[in-house]
T-cell receptor, first 116, second 114 residues
Framework: AQKVTQAQTEISVVEKEDVTLDCVYE???????LFWYKQPPSGELVFLIR??????QNEISGRYSWNFQKSTSSFNFTITASQVVDSAVYFC?????????????FGKGTLLTVNP | KAGVTQTPRYLIKTRGQQVTLSCSPI?????VSWYQQTPGQGLQFLFE???????NKGNFPGRFSGRQFSNSRSEMNVSTLELGDSALYLC?????????????FGPGTRLTVL
């Protein structure tokens, strides 16, 4: 079975601080996909990024960056110079490549609060 | 492009009743997945349909069932409702099966069981 652990339940920062959200995953599949989704207070989940298991390049998109390390089974997400609009629940998710793992498994989420 | 729509948005039922939730995916998407979100268990996968076939199912009792129509619209049914079924039910559509592609989520149906 596949599993995603987000150890940080809640994080609170002050605007303009950098913040890193941790994600650790478990899977026996050699091909898998990792995701981050954002759920703002309005409730609708929004896709942020997808990574496949063969692409360990870090990615940067504006103030967002992702660090994928297969050696530690981690896929961490950093927000640079956080803003109040970044306040949301962030979910890390994993999908395997076959059988019962061929579905999205979510972590429990990290509630990020950015205070002005 | 219209997003994923779910109806109804809110529902109140009593124990023992049954309920049907509906999801209309983004045009052209053949994959529809359903998730249950609760404060205690988080987001849990219920099932996925792709081209009218159930591709995968999560660890939920048989009271939870679904189907997909030829136009890719999907319905989810919960029979003999229990208090613990109170949750936000989210539907997501994708152009790729198996949860490996970007999923587009609807606003959810908030089900309250009294």
């Amino acid at each position: 079975a596949q599993k995603v652990t987000q150890a940080q339940t809640e994080i609170s920062v002050v605007e303009k601080e950098d913040v890193t959200l941790d994600c650790v995953y478990e899977t026996r599949d050699t091909t898998y996909y990792l995701f981050w989704y954002k759920q703002p207070p309005s409730g609708e989940l929004v896709f942020l990024i997808r990574r496949n298991s063969f692409d360990e390049q870090n990615e940067i998109s504006g103030r967002y960056s992702w660090n994928f390390q297969k050696s530690t089974s981690s896929f961490n997400f950093t927000i640079t110079a956080s803003q109040v609009v970044d306040s949301a629940v962030y979910f890390c998710a994993l999908s395997g490549s076959g059988g019962s793992n061929y579905k999205l498994t979510f972590g429990k989420g990290t509630l990020l609060t950015v205070n002005p | 492009k219209a997003g994923v729509t779910q109806t109804p948005r809110y529902l109140i039922k009593t124990r023992g009743q049954q309920v049907t939730l509906s999801c209309s995916p983004i045009s052209g998407h053949r994959s529809v997945s359903w998730y249950q979100q609760t404060p205690g268990q988080g987001l849990q996968f219920l099932f996925e349909y792709f081209s009218e076939t159930q591709r995968n199912k999560g660890n939920f009792p048989g009271r939870f069932s679904g189907r997909q129509f030829s136009n890719s619209r999907s319905e989810m049914n919960v029979s003999t409702l229990e208090l613990g079924d109170s949750a936000l039910y989210l539907c997501a559509s994708s152009s790729i099966a198996g949860g490996i592609g970007e999923q587009f989520f609807g606003p959810g149906t908030r089900l309250t069981v009294l």
